[in-house]
């Protein structure tokens, strides 16, 4: 059919296709659309495989949803249990074909548009699922909840699989009951859903392996983000103590001592015991303190501060070196004038933010008595 022909024939019916669309979940009898079309225009569209006809029921082909669920961007459903009824739809018309020859016109073309429908449902949902993984991963910044979100499409891969599993399983039954009515079209369609079955099957290995390394992304970097948040802690406190002289300054700090009077059952033994004592004097509210010097807390120079290792960019030239990471590290020109305990540290931060980049050996190198791990970058 020419493009002309198509555009005229839905130019000229858009309210019945306008109707069919709107209803394409449901089955639409002649009856509620008889008002929009007459039944002799209506076969001349199913001729032109704009619409289908099934025991007096009517749909809008697929590819024609397809079409314009494409260009109006809706139905990001993902569902494939449909497979299983279109299955055994067509085993059902298969088994009349082969015993009733007088059908055979008739049901050849439902046969070849079920075939069709079938392929059109794993292409449409290998390509959605396509998108939704790539965007769950991208676009969603809480790992928890995009852990949740991958793990729900990495069982909608899975429904998918086992439906292409039973739809080739089923064409590999009925394929050569099917090409012994020699019927050209229908060997076609059989041909171009053979080819796709082993497209989908090509593109679901990547796809499964992509998600799941997703996965394991998210979950490693959640991991890690809940180390990170605890680390700074430790990290702000040991700034804290070793880059001011605040250890000192809390020293000059004395409680006054004061008569406390409490009312209390408490045996006497246990009121007049110095530790408990000393918790009382921290628990009450109203203890003052009394300060010998309050000079300004003083702090290191602020460029010593700031001079700080940048360890992305470690990462980023061990990426381009053949050495194991403690030998990159010791031999590496920014950090000569770091002691060894100070790379230890670094060797240490280094796996712990990019171990999924690293490969870690069980093989040891012996560096001044201590034994540090092979570690290489690559998976």
């Known amino acids: ?28 009898s002649y009856d509620e659309i008889q008002h929009l079309i007459s039944y002799e225009k209506l076969e001349v569209l199913e001729n032109f495989e704009i619409i289908e006809k099934s025991d007096n029921k009517i749909f809008l082909d697929g590819r024609v949803i397809e079409f314009l669920e494409n260009y109006l961007s809706i139905d990001e459903n993902i569902e494939v249990s449909i497979i299983s009824e279109k299955i055994d739809t067509l085993k059902h018309k298969i088994e009349i074909l082969l015993e009733y020859k007088n059908k055979q016109n008739e049901l050849i073309s439902q046969i070849r548009r079920e075939l069709k429908k079938c392929d059109f449902i794993l292409l449409q949902n290998l390509f959605k699922l396509r998108i939704h993984i790539d965007r769950v991963y991208k676009s969603i910044d809480q790992y928890s909840l995009k852990i949740k979100e991958l793990k729900f499409y990495e069982s909608k891969l899975k429904d998918l699989s086992f439906a292409l599993i039973a739809f080739e399983k089923f064409l590999k039954l009925f394929e050569s009951k099917l090409t012994l009515f020699y019927n050209n079209e229908l060997n076609e369609v059989i041909k171009l859903v053979k080819q796709n079955i082993y497209e989908i099957n090509k593109s679901l290995i990547p796809l499964t392996q992509d998600v799941c390394e997703y996965i394991n992304k998210a979950i490693s970097k959640n991991i890690f983000i809940e180390k990170i948040t605890k680390l700074k802690e430790l990290k702000d406190s040991y700034l804290l103590k070793e880059q001011t002289n605040i250890l000192q300054k809390i020293e000059k700090f004395e409680p006054i001592q004061s008569t406390i009077s409490i009312k209390t059952r408490l045996n006497k033994d246990i009121i007049q015991d110095e530790s408990f004592k000393q918790l009382l004097l921290k628990s009450k509210q109203d203890t003052k303190l009394k300060i010998k010097q309050a000079s300004k807390i003083q702090q290191y120079n602020s460029k010593e501060i700031q001079n700080f290792l940048d360890i992305n960019s470690l990462h980023r030239a061990f990426k381009f070196s053949s050495q194991n990471l403690i030998e990159f590290l010791l031999q590496d020109s920014k950090l000569k004038n770091k002691s060894f305990e100070d790379i230890e540290m670094i060797y240490c931060k280094l796996i712990l933010l990019y171990e999924i980049e690293y490969k870690i050996y069980d093989q040891f190198v012996d560096i001044n008595g201590t034994k540090f791990k092979k570690v290489y970058y690559g998976k």
């Open 1 to 28: 059919m020419k493009i002309e022909k198509l555009f005229s024939n839905l130019s000229n019916n858009k309210e019945l296709i306008f109707y069919l669309f709107e209803h394409k979940d449901k089955a639409v």
